[in-house]
Every structure is written in structure tokens, then in C-alpha cells.
RNA sequence: GGUCCCAUCGUCUAGUGGUUAGGACACCGGCCUUUCACGUCGGUAACAGGGGUUCAAGUCCCCUUGGGAUCACCA
């Protein structure tokens, strides 16, 4: 156990201690792709936790793999970094930049004989790999360079470390619990390849020591990588971070989540019409939870959460239950703010939002029947076309030449009216009916049906309401003359 | 195959020895209603199996089974 040497313990109430300790949290992605699900939720506990304790988050981008890694992942992961709303307050570094450091500390181990040249090329190994694999052995380096006594400057080599063969290196994840290895299990990892460049493992290490990182939050499939980090710790002489090991995300057949599942990019669902909150509240219940809450703004998590209430257990990416989520924060969202969100996607549909009601108005009689922000715009675009078709069963039963009589008496009555509010209309309505002797539905749906050509849309008089009276005129004249030439039935 | 991790409704989960095993999504039904939705009320549905420990086990221990991760000159 390395409890011992555990990083200090934030106490809120302390200032002294508070200023003296600061978390350090960082969320380090190889820029490879874009900033997929599981790696945001990554973020978001880093960065939920660091707000929390009043800490440091840092962005660190891995760009070791020099021929794997592109400016435009780099890009892609800050946007969606950015649209989550996860800011960072030291960074974005760059492994790439810290190559001599990385230099420098491998000369360190090589000279204290904690690391040693290895000759062994490529081929040999994966041979070697191969045939204990074959024969139910451990895979592991045979040690063969371990103990060379002379060096071969002219043959090409890499550094490897000088692991353990004995004892156990354990430490006490944070989410997991104890962890132990048996030092016999790992063997002597590579730290610089034969180009000079440094790997993974010692990167790593070498990066979160010098950036006094306190906490390690990642995904679990990096628990095999933590004793040869940890022994790298020690080999450097410096201070073994706590870890925290978020299990990963599966898709709806419990294989890992991909994009046979859907999309995998944050911004995707952007792109698809949802919310940053709903997906960082979907997010942070996918394995965290705080007693039987569902909703959690911003605020909330921050205070709530704790990386000790994160589940053990892998958890599958539920679609629906995002959408539920999105329904709701459109529900209840900001009618300007939301209108703001749906231009693009209105504009996606060949529509301008200028030319038509007010959007915001437009937002607020759709909020409760979108559960996407797409959902919202294809419900919209009847408010901005006045060449929109009838639905043809709709206008078969609703556009009749009986129904063309009360929709031309609406119009007469929808004309006289000073004041033009939701209110007033449906008083209006419900006066003709009254005068006519129908219900109201026999009014309404055929009005529907004449102002919005479907059969599904926002309650009549906010429609009516929300076109404004010179359009719900012009548009009821179409109707009637429509009504007028179907046939009795 | 070795090592490591995991295991409550279909899914996300609550539960820290004594509960009619709770909530949420989804699904089904009632109500509301100018359509579609929303809302609301109700329902179906789970402790993987086997051993222990204990007066008492979803909760603790062991085994089995099942799932997953990892074993690179990727990160």
C-alpha cells in the first residue's frame, strides 16, 4: 500500500491547507480523434472534482505518437471541451514540447543503473511474444539485455527500465479500492524507443510528477499501467499520486461502446439537437449517483459530487434516457437562448429566421413537444412556409366544405379582434362555437389543419397567436378555397 | 492462456446485516385534452449460482459461472 505517502487530504474549512494543497486534477487525451463520449465523462469528473475542491484542472494533450496525433484532433477535442463547458485552468500542454525532459530523466535512470540499454530488435521480440503465448507462457521480456555489461553505441537500441522481480506493488483506488500486482508479473517496460523518443508509461509519469499532479482520473483500462507507473514513481524519487479508475462505457450489447452503437463524438449530438446540459447531466448518472436524483444542474454536481460515489462497474450508454434528459432541459430552458440554438438548424433546413414569427415565440410553443433541438425545427417550419402542402389526410377530413363555412366565419371573427394573445383568440374560438352550435374540436382541428397543414402541432391559439393576425388570415383564405372544391363526404 | 477488474429490474442506479428490495429511462394501462405532446396516476420487471459466517445476508468471506480490460519500440 502507498497510503503512506498519500497526497494530502483537502479540508475545505482549512484556507491554510486549502492554499498549501491544491488538488491537481488534469484530463490528458491523445489527440488521435475527437473527444469521444467515455473521454468527456473523464473530463467531467476531473474537472467536476476540481471545482469541487477548489482546485486545478489541467489540460494535457499526449502527443507522443508523433505520427498518430493531428492538429485537427487537437482541435475537435477542444470544441467539444468547450461545448460541455469544461474549462481548464493550466494548459493545453503538449507531451510534445517536453522532449528534452523526458531526455533528461531517462539519462538519470541509465546513470543510477535503474534503466539499461536493451539490443534486442523488434522482430526477435514479437517471435519471443509469440511462442510463450503459444505455449501458455507469460509474455513477458526474458530480461536477455538486463545484465549486458558493455555498451554497443553502434548498434541501435532501446532504454528499458529496470523493474522489480520480486515483491508487490499495490495501491488503494479511489473508486476500485485496493489494488495489488505482483512485481514478478511485470516486466521491464521499454521508456525510449530506438528513435529517441519516450513512451507512454514513462511520459506519463514523468508528466503528472512534474505538473504536481495529486489525483489521476482515467479510464480503468489503464489499471494494468498503474504498478509500472508507480514503480516509475519510485525509481524517480517522487510522490505517487492517488488514483481513481472510472470504469469504461458499453454500448446496448455490452461490448464497448463504438460506432456501431451510434455516434461516439460529443459533437455529434450537438450536431443531432441535444444540449450540453443534458448530455453532461446523462454523463455524470452514467456511474455516479447521489441517492435517487436525476436532475443536477451544474451547480449541483459541483457541490454533490464525489469521486467515491462512482460505480464500479461498467455502465451501458442509454440513448433513450438521454433523450428524456434533453426533453426536459429544452422543456424548461430559455426560450432566447434556445432560439439562438435553432437557427443553425432552421437554416440547415433552407429556412430564415428572420423572415417569419418571432423565434423565441415560435421556441416556446414547441418547447414541450421537442425532445431535440432537430425535433424543434421540423416542428417549426410550418411558422416560416406559406407554400406549405396540406397533409392529404388531413385535408380530407378536416378541409371539408362544411368545416370551409366555420373557418370563414373565423376568419371574419379572428379579424375583429383588437387585442391578438392566446387568450382573446380562444374566446374567440369558443364564441363561434357557441354561435354555431359545435364543439370546439370541430373548429380547431380543421384551423389547425389550415394554418400548420398537419394534424400534430402547438395548441391553435398559441399558433394562431404566434403567426400573428395578417398571416392567419391570409392563410385561412387558402384553406377555405382549398375546403371549398373537396368533396362532400 | 497469465494478470487485473466487475456482477441488484431490459438499461442507469439506491441499498453499507433486519426493507413489502426504492427511484429513473424504456414499456403497458387510466386520467387530462383543440391535435401531437406535456403532465399526472397506476402496472409489469432485479439481488447470476453454490457454499459458508450470523439469531438474521442483496449487504461479510470463499468457490463457480459470466462479462470486461490488459499483456506493443499505441496512448
Redesign the pocket.
Known sequence: MNNYRMTPILKLNDNFEVSMNKIRLRFAP?PTGYLHIGGARTALFNWLLAKKLKGVFILRI????VA?STQESVDAILQGMEWLGLDWDEGPFY?SDNFPLYKEYVQKLLDEGKAYRCY???EE?EAK?ERA?KE?R???YDGTCRNLTVADAGR?S?VRFRAPEEGVTAFNDLI???????NE?LDDL?IE???G?P???FVVVIDDASMGISMVIRG??????TPRQILLYEALGKAVPQFAHV??I?GSD???LSKRHGATSVMAYRDMGFLPEAMVNYLV?????F??E?IFSREDLIEKFSIE?V??????F?P??L??LN??YI?NGDPERLAGLLVPFLNERGVDPDAGPSLPAVVKTLQ??ARTMIEMADGALFYFREDYEFDEAAAEKFLTPESSILLAELKIRLSALESFDAETI?AAFKQLCTDMGVK??QV??PA?VALTGK???????EVVETLGKKVTLTRLDRAVAVAKNLPVH
Not at 476500485?176 to 505482483?182: L, M
Not at 460505480?311 to 451501458?316: D, E, F, L, P
Open positions: 491523445s499526449e502527443d507522443t505518437d498518430r507531451q534486442c530488435t523488434a521480440l511474444r503465448m501458455g507469460k509474455p513477458k541501435p532501446v476500485k479500492g485496493p489494488i495489488s500486482f505482483n508479473e521499454i524507443r530506438s528513435d523518443t513512451t507512454y508509461n480503468d483500462d489503464h489499471i494494468n499501467n470504469p469504461m458499453l455490452k461490448t464497448r448518472r452514467l456511474g455516479w449517483s441517492g435517487d436525476e460515489a460505480g464500479k462497474s461498467a455502465g451501458v442509454n433513450d434516457k433523450l428524456w426533453a426536459h422543456k414541450e413537444r380562444g370546439l374540436p380547431a382541428q389547425r394534424t400534430a402541432a402547438p395548441g391553435i391559439f
